[in-house]
Structure formats: C-alpha cells, structure tokens
C-alpha cells in the first residue's frame, strides 16, 4: 500500500515515454554514438605519454576513463534537473493541481515523479557500459562492484538534494534556476568528467573537492577499473555522506518554504 | 440542527505584487489586490450551492482555497469538519474538483490508465481500484471507450473523465469550476441532470462554480452572488427571484465589476 503511489507514478511515467516509441530507442542511438566518438578521441590521444601519467591512477586508459565519466555524469544531469523539470512539465501540462488536490502530498509527487528519470539513467548507464565492455576492450574484470553501488546511491543521494534546491526555485521563479546551471557546469569542467582533476592549476584542484561529482567520480571509477575496495574509497565515500547530511536537511527546508510560498501567492500551478 | 459541511468565516484572499516596471520610480512599491473578500458561506450536507458571478468575481480563487491550493490571507474555512489550512490532507480526503480544465489528464495515456493513476493518489490500489474504475466507468457511460487514449477524446467525454476521476475515491463535497465551459447543449444537460439526479441521490454536496445565471439557476438550491470579490447576495433561488428579479441584479453586477476593472 505504500508503494502504491511511487509505483503508480512509475508505471504512467513509462507507459507515457515508450508510447512515444522512435525517442525511446533513438536515445540508445546516441548512446552508441557518443561511446564511438570517444573511442576515437582516445585512438588519437592515448598513448601519449602525459596522458598515462595523469590516467596512471586509473590504469592508463583514456576511453575507460571518460566512458565511465561520460556514463555516471548522466546522474548528475538528472539529480539537479529531474525534480524541477517533473515540476515544470505538470505545471505546464496541467495536472500538477490534479494531483495536488488529491491526498498525496507535493514532496511524494515529486520524489515519485523522478523516479523513472533515475531508473531510465540507470539503464543508459548500463548501455554505456556493456557497449564499452563489449564492443570497445574495457576491462571489467576485476571490477569491485559493491563499493561501486554504495558510491552510486550516495552520489544520487547527493546530487538530489542539490536538484530539490534548484526544484524549489522552479516552484517560486518558474524559469531560470541558477542552482542547477551553476552546478551542471563547474561539476563537469572541473568534477574530473573527460579528464582527471590532477591536470587543473592546483587552486581549481581545492575547488573541485567541494563538488560531490569529483568524490563519486572517484570511487566509481577506481572501483570498477581498478577493484578498489570500502577501504581504498573509504574517504571518497565519507565525503558523500557529509555532503548529504549537510544538503538534504537544507534542501528539504527550502522546498518548504517554497511549496508554502508558492501556495500563499497562489501561483503553485502557474508556469 | 442542519449538517454543515462548508463553512467560511470572513474568508479572504489578497495577492501582494510589485509595481515593477509598469511604475519604475515605485519600482519596489507593492500593491495589494483582494481576490476574494471577507466571505462568510454555510453549504449544508446534500446540497447543491451555486457560486455566480461574472470573470473575475473571486470563484476560482474561493474553490482554490477551499480545495487547498491556496492559503486564504484571513479569515477561516471548514470542510467537513476540517480546518482547510491545518487539516489539508483531511481535506483533500473529503474533496473532489472538477473543472474546465481539460489538460489535467495525461493525453499519451487511455482514459483507464489516467484513472488507475489518480485511483491511486487516493489511495485505491489492486482490485479495489479496478472494481471502482469500473463502477465510476459504467456511472458515466464511459465504459466503452475506457481503452482509447485520453486524446482522442471529444470535449464531452473528457469531461465525463473529470467526473470520474472526482467519483473515483467517493469524496463528500464535489468543487465544479465551470464544468460546463466548452460543453455542448446536450453534453450540458447530461452534466447537469447527473449532478441533481445521481450526485444528490448519492447525497453528495456540490459546491457549482459558474458564470451562467441559467445553470445556476437550474442547478442549484442556494447561490451565493459573487463581485469583485465579495458575496454580494446568498439564498435560495426562488427567495432570490421573488425577492428582486435576480436577472437585472446579476447584470448589474456584471456592470459595476466591469467599471470596476
């Protein structure tokens, strides 16, 4: 029974997507495209010899590297963004009242809503992957997966807390969220996404180590490339936790407050 | 004693804005507009109350705060016994609306889908959610077209969704904004004879929020007679029209809230 509402949402929102069937499988399509255009990048690049000492970390290999940054970045995307963007699209398509009116409270509606968002990434994320594991040489042999899942939770842990912030300046401004703009692009310039963090002047290096991408980042990639176990990302891990427990308490106080305000000045429903 | 199931005390809805660029030397100034006015209302169990009034009266925005969608500035409200600020969820149990409004619905999906879906934001899952998706169906005649996407529908059977989807948890009260907008004659009449025949027998409340002084008329018991925000006139429509002709008072009223504007 309590789940009935979550899997409700979960059901409509995947019987709406594949109803709309050629965008469903063209997405795959540039997935293939995307993981052809970096192996390339690092045919071109990869033996050169800065390039194994920068990658040395990670076992030397470029296209191992940024499948997995241009893979996991795919959470990121949608932690900030899901939240507000579920909320703008039922503003606009009309049935965010709809389903305000009934007894299910705006925080289920809208954690419920992106759920699908997350399990369809996670799917993408499994395409890069196998396609990179079997079509493309990387190596996942000795991959250590648990420490991998448990950085993966966290980082969607993480990344969610910062997409209800930016959810919340949808509900009040409607258009225009900083929050999300802000932290998509810092995380990917300098969260270690297409090239390690170690190649930055040392001062973006220390900014890089406030934004949860570059800990998530980390263990996934040393996890799955390397088979590094809790104890070797153990501090990546760590750092995740404490961004967690520092922005879901604060995110969840502004989304109060913006949920509350938006119903004071009567504009919950408008876009 | 009577069974109030709605009640409003001094109700009141202001909206707060800055002058902004319409008036850059008071750019931060605010203005205050009053939506809806110091509005006092008792609707008893099984009755069916009209809100009347021209665009712009305060209807919507009187629904929106009693249905929780928006926090009244003053005043408080009761519905079914519960406080509509304090109690929402109470609320919203007891509550269903039914507007206009036919982008409410999910267009890719089929009309059951939609009502699976809401079935369980209120709650219903399983087999009970099945069975009374199929009891609130046949109620509206929309049994057979229950399996086409919601966008094939015609303006008459989207409606009929809306009632369905208000029927599905059994609520007391139904709130119907202008449920007639876009409806044909005969699609009107079929609302309007569901709404007295099976909601009263049901004995449902039904609190009709319209434009149309011959709806009200037809429709309801009482109305309440909305301008610019404030309830202007409330009684029974035959007191009403014995009392002054209630056609020349609504007009009047259209008028003054258009000089108003």
């Not at chain 1, 390339?40 to 499948?67: C, M, T």
């Not at chain 1, 040392?202 to 590094?228: K, M």
């Not at chain 2, 110091?38 to 021209?54: A, C, M, N, S, W």
């Not at chain 2, 929402?88 to 890719?108: G, H």
Request: include cysteine; hydrophobic fraction near 45%; charged fraction near 20%.
């Amino acid at each position: 029974m309590m789940l009935s509402k979550p899997l409700a949402f979960l059901k409509k929102d995947f019987l709406t997507e594949i109803s709309y069937r050629f965008a469903f499988f063209l997405q795959f399509g540039g997935i293939f495209f995307s993981v052809v255009m970096f192996y390339f990048v690092s045919e071109l690049i990869g033996d050169a010899p800065n390039v194994q000492r920068s990658l040395s970390e990670y076992g030397g290999n470029y296209f191992s590297f940024v499948l997995i940054g241009i893979a996991f970045s795919n959470f990121l995307a949608v932690g900030l963004g899901s939240f507000s963007s579920v909320i703008r699209s039922e503003q606009m398509i009309g049935t965010l009242e709809a389903m305000l009116v009934t007894p299910t409270r705006l925080p289920t509606v809208v954690l419920s809503s992106s759920q699908w968002s997350f399990a369809f990434t996670s799917l993408r994320v499994g395409v890069y992957l196998l396609l990179g594991g079997l079509f493309f040489g990387v190596n996942f042999g000795d991959a250590n997966i648990l420490p991998a899942l448990v950085a993966l939770v966290l980082t969607v842990i993480a990344f969610s807390s910062l997409g209800i912030i930016s959810a919340s300046f949808v509900m009040i401004f409607k258009r225009g969220d900083p929050i999300a703009w802000a932290l998509s692009t810092s995380s990917t310039l300098i969260g270690g996404v297409y090239y390690p963090i170690s190649i930055l002047p040392d001062w973006l290096q220390s900014v890089s180590y406030f934004f949860p991408i570059t800990y998530s980042l980390r263990a996934i990639r040393l996890s799955l490339l390397q088979g590094a176990g809790f104890d070797d990302v153990g501090g990546d891990l760590l750092a995740l936790v404490v961004f967690s427990i520092i922005t879901i308490p604060v995110s969840l106080v502004i989304f109060r407050y913006a949920v509350a305000r938006a119903k004071k000045v009567g504009t919950l429903a408008y876009y | 004693m009577a069974d109030v199931v709605l009640q409003t005390i001094n109700l009141t809805k202001e909206f707060t804005k800055r002058k902004g660029l319409s008036s850059p030397r008071h750019f931060f100034d605010k203005v205050t507009f009053t939506a809806v006015r110091d509005v006092d209302l008792t609707v008893e169990r099984g009755e069916i109350f009209g809100l009347l009034g021209p665009n712009g009266a305060g209807k919507t925005t009187l629904t929106k705060m009693l249905c929780t969608l928006m926090l009244p500035s003053g005043g408080s409200a009761t519905i079914n016994g519960y406080d509509i600020v304090r109690q929402q969820n109470q609320v919203k149990r007891s509550i269903a609306l039914i507007s206009s409004e036919e982008r409410s619905f999910y267009w890719r999906l089929t009309g059951r889908e939609n009502l699976k879906f809401f079935a369980a934001l209120y709650g219903l899952s399983g087999r009970a959610a099945r069975s009374r998706i199929d009891e609130v169906l046949e109620l509206i005649g929309m049994a057979a077209a229950a399996d086409r996407r919601f966008q094939e529908y015609s303006t008459g059977m989207k409606q009929r969704m809306a009632l369905a989807r208000g029927l599905l948890a059994d609520p007391e009260i139904f709130f119907m904004d202008e449920p007639t907008k876009g409806l044909d004659p005969v699609a009107t009449r079929q609302l309007h004879d569901f709404i007295r025949d099976e909601l009263v027998r049901q004995g449902k409340t039904v609190v009709l929020a319209t434009h149309h002084l011959a709806e009200a008329e037809q429709v309801c018991d009482r109305i309440g007679i909305m301008s610019n925000g404030e309830m202007k006139a409330c009684g029974c429509v035959s007191d009403l029209v014995g009392e002054a002709s209630l056609i020349e008072y609504f007009h009047l009223l259209i008028e003054e809230s258009r000089l108003e504007q």
